[in-house]
């Protein structure tokens, strides 16, 4: 069956530093592919999405590129602030056939710090 | 409107009660579904509505009811919970029932936090 497998956290960075949240995928087919942050005691919020191979999604800095050949969609940003702590999670959205089914992965939690 | 909506935000419910949650969009989305959150875990889904029609029922105890009554709500009925069935519970709605559409993606609201004691 499908599976995401995320980077374990929780990920401790100071303000301005480079983050990589590391996300592999296994799945049938073409996924479409989703990060989505929970920020403390709300639901979740869309981050960012790619529905093919190459594609680029992108927001608020954040980016991530689905990559087919190594089943991938890692996330990225260049510089994070303090509020950007929170728990992000990758998702894949796979086929049960009439209607749509998220797998998550565990979820990683991102702490940023002065 | 792009909201997802739920009420109560704060439910607290004894083992004997009768309690609902209550999901609502008005984005014209024909998909619905309830999760359900652990502390430090991601949702497990729990049920999905496509066209107001039950389609998804992930082996969820029968304590646990979930309802539809329109495109727009949808409900889930609470009955002889157990403690451990304390968790955040988050509806979403997706546009496109269908997997693979380009309306995939699904849209949460803030949650339901549910204890029971």
């Keep these: 069956g499908d599976s995401v497998t995320q980077m374990e ?26 990060w989505y942050v929970q920020y403390p005691g709300e639901g979740l919020q869309l981050l960012l999405k790619a529905t093919k191979a190459d594609d680029k999604g992108s927001n608020k800095g954040f980016e991530a590129t689905y990559r087919k050949e190594t089943t991938s969609f890692h996330l990225e940003k260049g510089s994070v602030q303090v509020s950007d702590s929170a728990v992000y999670f990758c998702a894949l ?7 749509s089914k998220l797998t998550f992965g565990t979820g990683t939690r991102l702490q940023v710090t002065l | 409107d792009t909201e ?10 004894g083992m ?5 949650l209550k999901c609502e969009q008005h984005m014209g989305h024909r998909a619905m579904y309830w999760y359900k959150q652990k502390a430090k875990k991601p949702p497990e ?42 968790a955040l519970y988050l509806c979403a709605s997706s546009q496109d029932p269908q997997a693979g559409g380009p309306g995939n993606e699904q849209f949460f609201g803030p949650g339901t936090r549910l204890t029971v004691l």
């Design chain 1, 9 to 34: 956290g929780p990920v401790t960075l100071s303000e301005e530093a480079f983050l990589t949240i590391n996300c592999t995928y296994t799945a049938t087919g073409y996924p479409s592919l989703f």
């Design chain 2, 16 to 20: 004997t009660n009768k309690k609902s």
């Design chain 2, 4 to 13: 997802v909506t739920q009420t109560p935000k704060h439910l607290v419910m």
């Design chain 1, 93 to 99: 959205h796979g086929n049960t056939g009439t209607a």
């Design chain 2, 45 to 86: 889904l729990m049920f999905v509505y496509s066209y107001e029609k039950l389609s998804i029922n992930e082996s969820v105890p029968s304590r646990f009811s979930p309802e539809c009554p329109n495109s727009s709500l949808l409900n889930l009925h609470l009955h002889a919970l157990q403690p451990e069935d304390s």
